[in-house]
C-alpha cells in the first residue's frame, strides 16, 4: 500500500453491501471484507448462522476462512479486518490466533463487543498479538442495518402473538 491513508470507509462500504446481502438472507446483517497489505480485498462473508445451522458461521470466521485460503497461510500478517458490528468474544479470539494486523468496525455492540464495549480482548495486551483497533467507521449507517433487522423481527413476533 502506499502512503496514503487505508480507505476504511471504502472498505466498510464493501462490508456494509455484505450486511445488506444477509439481511435479504434473514440473517444477522453482519458483514466484513478482509484486505491485505497492498489494500486488495481478499475475503467477504456475512453472518450464515441461520443458512448454515451453525454458530460459528459469523461473518468474521467465514472471512478469516476465505482469507487464509486465498493467502495459503493461516497467519494473515499485515491484513485488516473490516466489520459492520464490533467483534464478539469468539470472533475476536479468532482474529487474535489468525494476527490480523488491523480491526475495523462500525458500530459498537453493548452486549457481546470484545473490542471495548463488552470487554477488551483485542486490545487489552493480555494476549501475545495485539491489532490495531479502529472503531466507529461509518458507525450509523453499520447500527441501521442492525435496527432496520431487529424491527423487523419484532414486528413478525408481534404479529405472530408473541
Same mark, same amino acid.
Given at each position: ?7 476504511? +470507509?471504502?472498505?466498510?462500504?464493501? &462490508?456494509?453491501?455484505?450486511? +445488506? ?12 471484507? @478482509? ?5 486488495? @480485498? ?16 459469523? /461473518?468474521?470466521? !467465514? /472471512?478469516?476462512?476465505?482469507? $487464509?485460503? &486465498?493467502?495459503?497461510?493461516?497467519? !494473515?500478517?499485515?491484513?485488516? !479486518?473490516?466489520?459492520?458490528? +464490533? ?7 479468532? @482474529?487474535?490466533?489468525? =494476527? ?13 463487543? $470484545?473490542?471495548?464495549? =463488552? ?10 498479538? =495485539? ?5 466507529? @467507521?461509518?458507525? /450509523?449507517?453499520?447500527?441501521?442495518? !442492525?435496527?432496520?433487522?431487529?424491527? =423487523?423481527?419484532?414486528?413478525? /413476533? ?5
Amino acid at each position: 500500500m502506499t502512503d496514503a491513508a487505508p480507505p476504511f +470507509e471504502a472498505w466498510m462500504d464493501l &462490508a456494509l453491501a455484505e450486511a +445488506e446481502a444477509a439481511l435479504a438472507h434473514d440473517e444477522v446483517p453482519v458483514g466484513c471484507v @478482509i484486505a491485505d497489505g497492498s489494500g486488495a @480485498i481478499v475475503a467477504r462473508a456475512h453472518d450464515a448462522r441461520q443458512a448454515a445451522a451453525d454458530p460459528l458461521a459469523h /461473518a468474521e470466521l !467465514l /472471512a478469516l476462512r476465505q482469507a $487464509a485460503a &486465498a493467502q495459503g497461510d493461516w497467519r !494473515l500478517d499485515g491484513m485488516t !479486518l473490516v466489520v459492520t458490528l +464490533e467483534p464478539c468474544p469468539m470472533c475476536a479470539g479468532s @482474529i487474535l490466533m489468525a =494476527r490480523i494486523a488491523r480491526v475495523v468496525f462500525g458500530a459498537r455492540s453493548p452486549k457481546w463487543g $470484545a473490542a471495548g464495549s =463488552r470487554a477488551d480482548w483485542l486490545g487489552s495486551g493480555v494476549f501475545p498479538h =495485539r491489532p490495531e483497533v479502529i472503531g466507529g @467507521i461509518r458507525e /450509523a449507517p453499520c447500527g441501521e442495518v !442492525l435496527s432496520r433487522y431487529f424491527r =423487523r423481527l419484532r414486528k413478525s /413476533a408481534d404479529e405472530m402473538g408473541g
